[in-house]
């Protein structure tokens, strides 16, 4: 029988080993919280399009990429975790931690957004575009603002492909559409549509290929991207597309503000780093898709017609623009946004700007 004097060293050395181990499990368990932080990202739009497949692919990627891997992204796909019209507030209240937004669906959270609108012509490259987004939350504050206010900053800004027509009937100018039911996804899309002589008319997104198929409207206007994607081009073969037609609302990837403010600070520069590196990246993945889009028409067989210049024009009727631009004015004053005659101007200059670059 060992001695007290044994009995004792054991116990000690036992507990040393104790404690030893205790500490080493809990170093492993605490190090991996530590080192790996995951961030819930939700959009509702599937996989599968251009700006999903680059925001998994690309974006999230990189984030991963410049946290050392530091980072894990759980990410949630076509409404899985919430709808479109759910994830500005969403993200705000910290269902997710990170998420993209669609600004139009916020008509009433976020109506300086629609300051783009009534500018239907843009830069035809989307390196340009950004500037003027980008320039605008730097020089006009009020824009930006309203995501501060739902507690959501933005990380990433992105875009769908110009506006393009798509029509059952032969489309060769914008004279072809008058007097037809055409439809469009928004208010101002949809004065567009009038300015030029259609008859607008709304209609819900998932049910536009049934009416382009049963004749309930003629024509849709809409991202190229989009109408490709969801096959309009599969029962209106005939599409009028031009480069400058932009769909004017950014899109939004951003984060809960509490949240990125919680992160180490070497995690928030990844972050920010990765979304400015992927921002840059889609420029090229924004131009390709066009062209992409494109060919696949023309191989099915589609009449694919580039619209005339003059066309693209007469589709801005500066004559009627005035009258809209006043209009967003007038709408967003009774919104709350007191000085939205003074923002009108500061963003007019600023899309002149980018006109020229």
């Not at 300086?112 to 003027?132: C, E, Y």
């Not at 024509?219 to 991207?225: E, I, L, S």
């Not at 709350?336 to 600023?350: D, P, T, Y």
């Amino acid at each position: 029988m060992p001695s007290l004097k044994t009995c004792l060293k054991l116990s000690r050395r036992t507990m040393v080993l104790a404690t030893g181990a205790a500490a080493l499990l809990a170093w492993n368990v605490g190090g991996a919280s530590a080192a790996d932080i995951t961030l819930k990202y939700s959009d509702a739009d599937p996989l599968g399009g251009m700006r999903t497949n680059f925001g998994k692919d690309v974006w999230l990627a990189e984030i991963v990429k410049q946290s050392g891997g530091k980072v894990k992204i759980q990410d949630f796909w076509g409404g899985a975790l919430m709808s479109s019209k759910e994830a500005l507030k969403g993200v705000g209240g910290g269902v997710s931690d990170m998420g993209f937004i669609f600004p139009g669906h916020y008509p009433g959270e976020l109506p300086g957004h629609s300051i783009f609108n009534p500018f239907p012509r843009a830069p035809d490259k989307f390196a340009d575009m950004v500037w003027l987004y980008r320039t605008t939350y730097e020089e006009v504050p009020e824009i930006k603002a309203e995501l501060t206010k739902v507690g959501v900053m933005p990380l990433m800004l992105t875009a769908g492909l110009p506006g393009a027509f798509v029509a059952t009937k032969p489309i060769k100018s914008l004279a072809d559409i008058k007097g037809d039911k055409w439809r469009a996804g928004g208010k101002w899309q949809l004065r567009f549509l009038e300015n030029a002589g259609a008859v607008p008319v709304s209609v819900p997104w998932d049910d536009v290929y049934m009416a382009l198929q049963t004749g309930t409207i003629v024509g849709c206007f809409t991202n190229y991207d989009g109408l490709h994607l969801m096959k309009f081009d599969e029962v209106g073969k005939n599409v009028m597309i031009s480069q400058e037609l932009w769909y004017a609302t950014p899109f939004v990837h951003l984060m809960n503000i509490k949240k990125y403010e919680s992160l180490p600070k070497d995690v928030q520069q990844a972050i920010l780093k990765a979304s400015e590196i992927a921002e840059q990246k889609f420029a090229a993945v924004y131009d390709a898709a066009y062209d992409k889009v494109k060919q696949e028409e023309i191989a099915a067989g589609y009449k694919v017609t580039e619209m005339a210049k003059d066309d693209v024009v007469r589709w801005e009727n500066a004559e009627k623009l005035t009258k809209l631009q006043a209009d967003w004015v007038a709408e967003t004053e009774k919104a709350g946004m007191k000085n939205a005659a003074q923002v009108m101007e500061k963003v007019r200059a600023l899309h002149q700007q980018a006109m020229k670059r």
